[in-house]
């Protein structure tokens, strides 16, 4: 029997279930939630570069509960043509002429995060990745974006549907704010942290799985005072 005392705002992480029983695959109708967080040279995907991409796919443990997976991120050279609002690069500190910082052209760019994520797919039985971000449009705008100028097409993403952890940390929380958000269920922040694509993209995907394995919690409450009725 589970009682309130029981349900915390994290949730628990167990062990990953096991090889071939993919109960991802029936959670979100075929669909791998994962995780995405760009960086850009500003705010419209058809003339602002994309810098960085980072991407974590939520993973079930053998209880069904979520929990982020292993992350993929790259940097990513800007395409030629594109602009960058410097007032974008302040905000994000990202240095383009970093020694360290091993940018990729889009297309390899893309690869290296649709390889990682298509297998995560795989192995969880899913049929595609669906885009989860934290004003997911966003995201999904320059991804679409840069898959196009490269004539990608082996995109592992759905082209337009997302989920979003605005609407879900508005409910459960009554934030909208990242940070705010990822405060009140509990989650360390650190502002010197945010605005780099791995630590953004590794919030919102364990702020999705606190949101989730919340709800599963309840959920789980609520069938078993059912059943003791």
């Given at each position: 029997?589970?009682?309130?005392?029981?349900?915390?705002?994290?949730?628990?992480?167990?062990?990953p279930?096991?090889?071939?029983?993919?109960?991802?695959?029936?959670?979100?109708?075929?669909?791998?939630?994962?995780?995405?967080?760009?960086?850009?040279?500003g705010?419209?995907?058809?003339?602002?570069?994309?810098?960085?991409?980072?991407?974590?796919?939520?993973?079930?443990?053998?209880?069904?509960?979520?929990?982020?997976?292993?992350?993929?991120?790259?940097?990513?050279?800007?395409?030629?043509?594109?602009?960058?609002?410097?007032?974008?690069?302040?905000?994000?500190?990202?240095?383009?002429?970093?020694?360290?910082?091993d940018?990729?052209?889009?297309?390899?760019?893309?690869?290296?995060?649709?390889?990682?994520?298509?297998?995560?797919?795989?192995?969880?039985?899913?049929?595609?990745?669906?885009?989860?971000?934290?004003?997911?449009?966003?995201?999904?705008?320059?991804?679409?974006?840069?898959?196009?100028?490269?004539?990608?097409?082996?995109?592992?993403?759905?082209?337009?549907?997302?989920?979003?952890?605005?609407?879900?940390?508005?409910?459960?929380?009554?934030?909208?704010?990242?940070?705010?958000?990822?405060?009140?269920?509990?989650?360390?922040?650190?502002?010197?942290?945010?605005?780099?694509?791995?630590?953004?993209?590794?919030?919102?995907?364990q702020?999705?799985?606190?949101?989730?394995?919340?709800?599963?919690?309840?959920?789980?409450?609520?069938?078993?005072?059912?059943?003791?009725?």
């Amino acid at each position: 029997m589970i009682d309130d005392r029981d349900i915390d705002e994290q949730g628990p992480r167990g062990t990953p279930a096991a090889p071939g029983a993919a109960p991802m695959a029936s959670r979100f109708r075929g669909f791998l939630p994962v995780a995405v967080d760009v960086e850009t040279g500003g705010f419209d995907a058809s003339r602002h570069a994309l810098l960085e991409i980072a991407a974590v796919p939520i993973e079930m443990d053998e209880e069904g509960f979520l929990f982020p997976g292993e992350t993929a991120s790259v940097h990513v050279d800007p395409a030629a043509g594109l602009e960058i609002d410097p007032k974008s690069l302040e905000i994000t500190g990202i240095r383009l002429d970093h020694p360290f910082r091993d940018a990729q052209p889009e297309r390899l760019a893309l690869d290296r995060i649709f390889v990682p994520v298509r297998a995560a797919a795989k192995r969880n039985g899913c049929q595609r990745a669906i885009l989860l971000g934290h004003n997911a449009h966003f995201d999904l705008g320059f991804l679409n974006a840069a898959i196009a100028r490269v004539g990608h097409k082996r995109s592992p993403f759905h082209p337009f549907s997302t989920m979003d952890t605005v609407t879900l940390a508005a409910l459960a929380y009554g934030q909208t704010v990242l940070a705010k958000a990822c405060q009140a269920a509990g989650l360390p922040w650190d502002s010197n942290e945010a605005h780099s694509a791995v630590y953004d993209a590794e919030r919102t995907a364990q702020l999705f799985c606190a949101v989730m394995n919340r709800w599963k919690q309840f959920n789980d409450l609520d069938l078993a005072r059912a059943a003791g009725e």
